[in-house]
């Protein structure tokens, strides 16, 4: 026998007992500053364990530290931008051009990499990985 309904149509308090009735645990763990892993672990145990990466879509600003504005101003007027990227792993290059605006830093080298201005070197890195392992934004049965 089979039931389907739409939790999202019940009320908080139907929804909660329902997932309680299911999931034993859920993690839900920064992977990069765009990126979530979202594991599943049911109380079915022929269920298993899901995983899910949620690319988080365009995230609010990461907070600038002292040691990064540091290496910003020292970086930024001449270093390649790949460089300043992964010195800076949780910014975009949008969001280094516009520190090192508000800061002053201007830039004397401009070379000609194809630098994606939004996703910060952390987030390219994360997905380079995944490119081996699975397509992102598929569910991924785990062991």
């Known amino acids: 026998m089979v039931i389907k309904?739409?939790?999202?149509?019940?009320?908080?308090?139907?929804?909660?007992?329902?997932?309680?009735?299911l999931i034993r645990q859920i993690e839900v763990e920064l992977v990069s500053s765009r990126y979530v892993i979202i594991v599943i672990r049911w109380k079915v145990p022929e269920f298993g364990e899901d995983e899910i990466y949620v690319d988080r879509g365009h995230t609010q600003s990461v907070k600038w530290v002292e040691e990064e504005l540091a290496i910003l101003k020292m970086m930024y007027p001449m270093s390649k931008s790949s460089e300043i990227m992964e010195k800076l792993p949780n910014h975009t290059?949008?969001?280094i051009c516009h520190k090192a605006?508000?800061?002053g830093v201007k830039r004397h080298k401009r070379d000609r990499e194809n630098t994606q201005n939004d996703l910060s070197w952390g987030d390219q890195e994360?997905?380079?990985g995944m490119e081996e392992?699975?397509?992102v934004g598929a569910w991924k049965?785990?062991?």
């Open 101 to 103: 605006g508000q800061e």
């Open 126 to 128: 994360f997905l380079k």
């Open 133 to 135: 392992n699975f397509t």
């Open 93 to 95: 290059w949008s969001a």
């Open 141 to 143: 049965q785990a062991s």
């Open 5 to 21: 309904m739409n939790i999202l149509e019940r009320s908080p308090r139907t929804r909660q007992a329902i997932l309680e009735l």
